[in-house]
C-alpha cells in the first residue's frame, strides 16, 4: 500500500495526511472574490450555508418522498445526506489518507460521526444498492450532520486560512456538497416533486452573436494561481483558436420549439449514430418534459407542475444528441469545451452563462495531457471516455461553483440534468 499522490502534494500530519509544496502560497482572505480562495471564517460560513441548503432542499419532504422508487440518477435522500456528512469526515478528519493497489483509498482513522465506509463511499457501493443497506432516520441524520459539522468547523480554525495547502480537503468538502444540493434539485425535479424554495429558471439575455478572432488563449488552471483546484483541470496549456461566431447565450425554448414543430425529431439526418439508436429507442418527437396542449401549443413540466412553455427562457432538459440534432436542423454546431472556456474569459459581459443551464459541448470528457488523479481518486478519472463535457452552470448550481475552467460532466443520454446548449457558427 502506498501513500496516495497529487501533483505537489506531500503527506504530513495535521492537515488530513496531505500538504502541498510549491509556489502557490500566498494571501487568502474573506474579501478574495474567487470562491476557489475561501480559507478561515469565510470559508466556515460558506460550509454552514452549505449545509443549510443540503437542508432545505431535502427536509421538506413528506415521508413517502423521502424514500423514492430506484431509477437512473437517483438516491435516497437518506443515503445521500450520509454521504456528504461522510466525505467530509473522512477528507478533513480522517488522514493520513493512502491508497491500495487496486486504487481504492483509505483512511488511518475511524469514522466518528458520519457513518461506516461500507455504506456511504459511493466508490464501494453502487447505486443501485442504496435502498438494500439499512440507512438513518432523520433523526439519526441531524445528529450525524451536526456533530460533522461542528468537528470540521473546529479542525478548519485550527489551520492558516491563508494556506492553499491547509484549505485543500475544506474547500473540497465544500465544493462536493455544493454539486449535491443541486443533485437534489434535479432528482426532485426527475421525480416531479416540489421545487425548493426559491429555485426559478430565468428567461435567457439574448444578444447578437459574438465573433471572436483567431488568436490564443489559455485554458485550465493556470499554473501559480492561488486557490482550489480540481484534478481534471490541470494543467493550463496555451490553445490556437480560429476564428468562431458563437452564441451570445445558450439557445431558447423558442428556438428550439421551431426544430420539433418542423418535425426535426422524425429527420435521420440529424440522428447520425448513436443519436439515432438512442432516438429510436426512446420514440420521441419531442424533449421528455414537453407535452402539446389542446389548443396545439406546449408546456414543459416544471418539477410537479406543467406550466405553458415560455419561448424566451433556455431550452433545458435536453440531452447532448437533442442539442446536437437541433444543431445541424439549424447549420450550427455545438462549441467545443475549449471554445467555451475562451469565449467565456474573453468576452466577460457579452457572453452570458453560469444562472440558467449547463451548456453541453462537442466534447466527451478527456484527461488533459500530463492528468494525475487528485486525492479524490474517483472524482475525475473513472468517467473518462464514456461521458460528455458541460460547461457554465445552471440557475441550481451554488455560485462558488461558477468558474470559467469548471468541467462538469454526464452520459450523453441525461435529460435529467439542468442542461441546454448554445451554438457555434459552421465554417465555410
Known sequence: ???LGFPGFRG?????GWTMAGSWHGPVGAVLADARGLGGAALATALREARDRSLAFTLDLDD???????????????WELAHIAWFAE???LRGPH???AQGRVHAAQSARHAGPDEILDSSRLAQTQRWSVALPTRAELAGRLGAQLEAGLESLARLDPADDDAMYFHRLALFHEDMHAEAFAWMRAA???PAPAGLALPCGARGEPLRLPAGEAGIGWAAGRPGFAFDNERDARVLRFASIEIDAAP???GQFCSFVELGGYDEPAFWPGEAGAWRAKAGRSQPSRWRRTTDGGWQTRWFDRWQPLDPRQP?????AWEAEAWCRWAQRRLPTAAEWERAAGQAPGRFSWGRSVWEWTADGFHPYPGFLPGPYRDYSAPWFGDHRELRGGAFATPERLHEACYRNFFEPHRDDVFAGFRSVACQG
Do not use: E, K, S, Y
Open 1 to 3: 500500500m502506498q501513500i
Open 12 to 16: 504530513v500530519p495535521g492537515l488530513g
Open 64 to 78: 413517502a418522498q423521502w424514500r423514492p422508487p430506484p431509477g437512473p440518477g437517483v438516491n435516497p435522500f437518506a
Open 90 to 92: 473522512f477528507w478533513t
Open 98 to 100: 493512502r491508497v491500495d
Open 191 to 193: 421525480l416531479g416533486l
Open 251 to 253: 439557445v431558447t425554448a
Open 315 to 319: 431550452v433545458i432538459h435536453v440531452n
